[in-house]
């Protein structure tokens, strides 16, 4: 290993106290029997619910159960010296407004953006001598398309069009994100002021209505068909539309011939950071320190965090209103409102009484899809991976693929078909997808000098193995080793260069970050299950059935990613409900 046990001892007495800490011990804020509103988890959207409520007079107070914040933007120390963003590890979707609005630079936040941010390498046998291809993209057009050339002249010809198409949908979709899906209950039930109200509801959709115009049955046709039939269109090299393909299946478990993969796609195109459109970026110091910088902002607000408090139950009252929490230890607080940053199904099957939601409510949310084809690897490594398509420098210093998201076994959308059948079969894939991420080539603070940490976000992988068989360690082992022997196949001397790894499967994400099924959307974002269907019908947006609870997490419109936008959303309906009151 190239680091010493001298080194990692220094860098693991590096690690700064985390400043939301400082800021909530000098505020000496003890637990109080009583607040306006209680948050359930301090993931980064209850933190964004948390900050933006206090900001408007709100007196706040967020419970986590685990020793750390963040919920899956955090980071840990698993293996020391080796600091690991060990669930969500890129940032691009956070809303631009809460950048600014909770003034997360001021509280410590720094990016890094990644450019070029794709690289997907060949492995070519039979190539002889010759180094074999690669796929690199970034943010410069021109050379985009010399890279797309080397496949197909005609798809780099074409790819400025089709860039522009589709962020052409995502500006359409954009003012989608920070509202409120439309009203249907409000149009259909409501008083007759409710539905003027919800009249307001309707200009989001009416905007994105305008700038689409009469390409809207294009666009259409990009939410509801499978990937690879928008792709075919378009493009006709395989290296070209597989990397476009894999934005489309990311942590959902759907192939890309599934219909409506494409707005999964959408998902992950339609962000950008400090101004560029489309970008996407390392936090330096993990994604933990993200979640800091939100906390910071909260608790200088005054907002009170704490962390090993385990909400056990949501208090009703006689009139069917929420009072407040129980937590595990017996402690009633108490409260005005309750935001939950925890899943739809945590939520109402095991936090709330039953009595108080109706059953149709109840069957449809225990019948939401919540499969999840992602284990998450994190890899500690005493040097860079070299790649056959991309050999490393010979000081071994960091190149420019080396900060992109790395694409493997991604030559081609009948691999990552094939990888979705395996685990329809109940088996892991035996050619997995891996996309390989090493933040530490741009942020050094993360691993002991000379050695790196390797995020590798991998799929398929079921729930429950063939056969009903569960996940134990001799099957973690093996996916995690078959994982590593494909990387092998592309970078040589990867395995040797191993020092240490975590292994979290879907159960584990589920246990651990309190995912369902391990899913990283709390719900699959499929059609379905978004807009005002999410989490289920009639009862989407924020408000529940139960007066006074809310839901704030990526269970929420508009769903998964570290976007914040469920958090602010529903702070901003919460706090209108509350004046109200």
Known sequence: MAASGRGLRKAVAASPFPAWRRAHTEAGGGLKPEYDAVVIGAGHNGLVAAA????????????ERRHVIGGAAVTEEIIPGFKFSRASYLLSL??????TDLELKKHGLRLHLRNPYSFTPMLEEGAGSKVPRSLLLGTDMAENQKQIAQFSRKDAQVFPR???????????????????????????????????????????????????????PRYYEVLTAPITKVLDQWFESEPLKATLATDAVIGAMTSPHTPGSGYVLLHHVMGGLEGMQGAWGYVQ??????????????????????????????????????????????????????????????TFLKLTPQEWLPEEFLERISQLDTRSP??????????????????????????????????????????????????????????PIIELCIPSSLDPTLAPSGCHVVSLFTQYTPYTLAGGKAWDEQERDAYADRVFDCIEVYAP?????????????????????????????????????????????????????????????????????????????????AFRDLKSM
């Open 94 to 99: 956070l809303r631009p407004q809460i950048y």
């Open 162 to 216: 089709y860039e522009e198409f589709m962020h052409r949908l995502a500006l359409a979709i954009d003012p989608l994100l920070d509202a409120a899906p439309v009203d249907m209950a409000a149009f259909q039930r409501g008083s007759l002021l409710q539905r003027m109200r919800s009249f307001s509801t309707l200009k989001p959709l009416l905007k994105a209505g305008r700038i689409l115009g009469a390409q809207l």
């Open 374 to 431: 992602v284990t998450k690897i994190n890899v500690a490594v005493d040097r860079l991976p070299s790649f056959l398509a991309a050999p490393n420098a010979p000081r071994g210093q960091p190149l420019p693929h080396h900060q992109c998201s790395i694409h493997l076994n991604c030559e081609d959308t009948l691999l990552l078909h094939q990888a979705f059948e395996d685990a329809m079969d109940g088996l892991p894939s035996h050619r």
């Open 52 to 63: 933006y409520l206090q900001r408007l007079g709100v007196n706040t107070a967020v419970f």
């Open 493 to 573: 001397g990867f395995k040797d260069s191993v020092v240490g790894r975590d292994i979290l499967t879907p159960p584990d994400l589920e246990r651990i970050f309190g995912l369902p099924g391990g899913n990283i959307f709390h719900c699959a974002m499929s059609l379905d299950q978004l807009y005002f269907a999410r989490p289920v019908p009639l009862h989407s947006g924020y408000r529940c059935p139960l007066q006074g609870l809310y839901l704030c997490g990526s269970g929420a419109h508009p769903g998964g990613g570290v976007m914040g936008a469920a958090g602010r959303n529903a702070a901003h309906v």
């Open 285 to 346: 110091g993990g994604m933990g320190a993200l979640s800091d910088a939100i906390a910071s902002s909260a608790t200088t607000h005054g907002a009170s965090i704490f962390t090993e408090k385990t909400v056990a139950k949501v208090q009703v009252n006689s009139e069917g209103c929420v009072q407040g929490v129980v937590l595990e230890d017996g402690t009633e607080v108490r409260s005005k409102v309750v935001l939950s940053n925890t899943s739809p199904q945590i």
